[in-house]
Each structure stands twice: as structure tokens, then as C-alpha cells.
Nanobody, 120 residues
């Protein structure tokens, strides 16, 4: 299973970016998918998470500014980021809990990360 992220880049404060993460390979089902971020010198932290039924949860620091969504048919999760702030600067990672075959356990997979830089 591979997770491939895209959509990062440089944006000015107040701007927007949309991240995408597509899962590919032998996939029977994906339970939860999420976005995490890691800034220099800091621990990786949860940004937003969405389960297969559509329930979501967000870090307090991004509530009202970021929206997570998913397309189950495409095994893809998105993160719409609005009103970006310099403190949102980090490498953003996608994570998915994947069941590869019916009746087998779920395993955690991570993407390679995409850089988001918010600066004027």
C-alpha cells in the first residue's frame, strides 16, 4: 500500500491550500484516514481525522479553518486549509489504517509528507 500526498507549497498568510492523499495497492477497506504535521523541532501532531462513516475531529488550532473530507471510491483524503497562518508551516503527512484483505488486521500506513510553508 502506498500513500501519495500532493498539494503542498508556499502561500501567504491568509491564503489557502488543498492537500490530497491517494492510497493505492491491495486495499479491501480503509477505516480512518488523517492528516498530521510536524514543524521543525516539534513532535508530530494530529491535524484532522475522518473515519469511513464520515465523522471528523480536528486539532483545536485548526478548527474553523481546515476541512477534511474523503472520497471512498478513490481511496483519497483531502485537507482544505483556509486562513493559513505562519504557525501552520510544517511537513504534512497523511496516515491511513488499511485492511488489505477481508478478515485480516488493519495496518497503519504513512505518506512521505508534503511541505506547507506560510510566509509573506
Amino acid at each position: 500500500v502506498q500513500l501519495v500526498e500532493s498539494g503542498g507549497g508556499l502561500v501567504q498568510p491568509g491564503g489557502s491550500l488543498r492537500l490530497s492523499c491517494a492510497a493505492s495497492g491491495s486495499i479491501f477497506s480503509i477505516n480512518d484516514m488523517g492528516w498530521y504535521r510536524q514543524a521543525p523541532g516539534k513532535q508530530r501532531e494530529l491535524v484532522a481525522r475522518i473515519v469511513s462513516g464520515g465523522s471528523t475531529n480536528y486539532a483545536d488550532s485548526v478548527k474553523g479553518r481546515f476541512t477534511i473530507s474523503r472520497d471512498n471510491a478513490k481511496n483519497t483524503v483531502y485537507l482544505q486549509m483556509n486562513s493559513l497562518k505562519p504557525e501552520d508551516t510544517a511537513v504534512y503527512y497523511c496516515k491511513a489504517n488499511v485492511q488489505r484483505y477481508r478478515g485480516t488486521p488493519q495496518y497503519q500506513y504513512w505518506g512521505q509528507g508534503t511541505q506547507v510553508t506560510v510566509s509573506s
